[in-house]
């Protein structure tokens, strides 16, 4: 995947999965493990993907149980990650950040198992605040921890979740190689 041109930014916002890396992570059996916390509490979660799983979760006063099953895999998939053409940038901007879905910590895990983590000012994850993309307010909280403005920022990222997220924050937005990964 190439790198867009980002030259006419001071700030530089990184999506961090299938941006910067690639997280190796069977969700299939991240979703089976979820669920099965959620059997055990009485739950039916049965046929939900992830995201679904998560507000669920919210609604069942669960958060934290089934935010320690899914972090608990992407930590694990963080250190065994695939570094990507992206990650090479990383450093060359006045200020840079990541805004992730995935948590704060396997951020924090990839980053550190790539070298990246001297050019990333401020990294913001699914659990750090309260709300998560394509809400904009992860991606304006990394930005108030970077000291920078949607104006002068953009966010690169790989999925029509990214670019919904700039858009709502009014944050140029690029996508990583061809365009959208997914949703």
Request: proline letters at 3%.
């Amino acid at each position: 995947m190439s790198t867009p041109d980002l030259t006419a930014f001071d700030a530089v916002v990184w999506d961090l999965d299938g941006t910067l890396v690639h997280l190796v992570v069977d969700w299939a059996a991240v979703a089976t493990e979820a669920e099965r916390t959620f059997e055990t509490a009485g739950v039916d979660a049965a046929g939900m993907d992830l995201w679904a799983m998560l507000d669920l979760a919210d609604e069942a006063g669960m958060r934290a149980e089934i935010e320690a099953v899914i972090a608990g895999h992407e930590r694990e998939g963080a250190r065994r990650s695939d570094r990507l053409a992206c990650a090479d940038s990383v450093g060359r901007f006045e200020v840079e950040g990541v805004c992730s879905l995935n948590c704060e910590d396997s951020c924090r895990v990839a980053l550190d198992t790539h070298d990246l983590s001297a050019g990333v000012d401020a990294v913001v994850g699914r659990d750090t605040v309260r709300t998560r993309k394509p809400d904009p307010e992860p991606l304006l909280e990394t930005l108030r921890r970077m000291d920078a403005e949607p104006e002068d920022a953009v966010f690169v990222g790989d999925s029509r979740r990214d670019e919904l997220t700039a858009d709502r924050a009014d944050v140029a937005f690029r996508y990583v190689g061809d365009g959208p990964s997914g949703v």
